[in-house]
């Protein structure tokens, strides 16, 4: 669980990140003279864009949030021109910083380890690669291809395989991802953004911690502060068998519990990657039936 001091030095963080990226010519905003030591806007160029005072704007981003409307936090997304996850996770960590009554604190948890009968049989009816997976990247279920796709990446089967831990600390992962510098970053984003949705989840905390330690990589995107929401995109990978294949990919929340996510893969009819996997289907199915 995140301290309230560190809650506030997240928002401070955050928005000093995008303040740096947006610059007053693209705003068109009026600049205050002066040399820049740094790149980006000022405090008080944010504020004029705001429509709020360089005094209340400063207290926002110090992590002082009492009181301050969604009107306004809407105010300063548009001023840095925050994207919707940038946004939604603005909102989440000022969320954070607000004081409940005691025992009244609505906590999301990040770490749900399985699924329902009824989850799982969706997951079977569906012929291309499907799976569920919680807020801290845990693989937690899976159909039939879409365990013969990524087969056992992971170095022990005790433990649930988890994607940051596979693409930043597993070597194989270069072999698998096509594409694994852009997977990383994303990760780290998605992580980022799912920090902030569950600040009190603490075993969220040890994985950015672990991972923080054992890949210098991974601590560098993570002093970014990028964050990302699944939605769709593509996925490249080499498979050990079947080779090169590419995917689309839909995501959707698991309405029974919704710290989980569906990803459900895309093929092209009659592409390379759909042959691929009805080949991969024809060997997988002997094997499932082993066991």
Do not use: C
Not at 100 to 115: C, I
Not at 236 to 242: D, G, I, P, S
Not at 243 to 262: H, I, K, N, Q
């Amino acid at each position: 669980m995140l301290p309230m001091d560190n809650r506030r030095a997240e928002i401070k963080t955050f928005l000093a990140s995008r303040r740096a990226r947006v610059t007053p010519e693209e705003t068109g905003v009026p600049t205050f003279g002066g040399v820049r030591r740094v790149p980006g806007l000022r405090r008080e160029e944010v504020a004029f864009l705001a429509g709020v005072s360089v005094d209340y704007y400063a207290r926002i981003e110090r992590g002082h949030t009492a009181g301050v409307s969604p009107e306004v936090l809407d105010a300063i997304a548009g001023a840095l021109r925050l994207d919707e996850a940038e946004r939604e996770h603005l909102f989440d960590l000022v969320q954070a910083t607000r004081p409940v009554g005691p025992g009244k604190r609505v906590t999301r948890n990040a770490a749900s380890s399985r699924v329902s009968l009824s989850v799982q049989l969706v997951l079977d009816a569906i012929a291309v690669p499907a799976f569920v997976q919680n807020m801290r990247g845990d693989h937690v279920a899976s159909n039939a291809i879409g365990r013969a796709l990524y087969g056992d990446p992971s170095d022990d089967p005790t433990v649930p395989f988890n994607y940051s831990r596979f693409v930043f600390l597993n070597p194989r992962a270069a072999d698998f991802y096509r594409d694994l510098d852009r997977m990383k970053r994303n990760n780290v984003a998605l992580l980022r953004q799912a920090v902030g949705r569950a600040p009190e989840d603490a075993g969220l905390q040890k994985l950015v911690g672990e991972l923080s330690t054992n890949s210098t990589e991974f601590a560098d995107l993570w002093a970014s502060h990028d964050v990302l929401r699944y939605r769709s995109g593509t996925k490249r990978y080499h498979h050990a068998l079947v080779g090169d294949v590419e995917f689309g990919y839909e995501s959707f929340e698991v309405t029974s519990a919704p710290d989980l996510l569906m990803l459900v893969y895309t093929v092209e009819p009659d592409s390379p990657t759909a042959q691929a996997m009805q080949l991969l289907a024809n060997w997988s199915v002997p094997a499932e039936n082993t066991h």
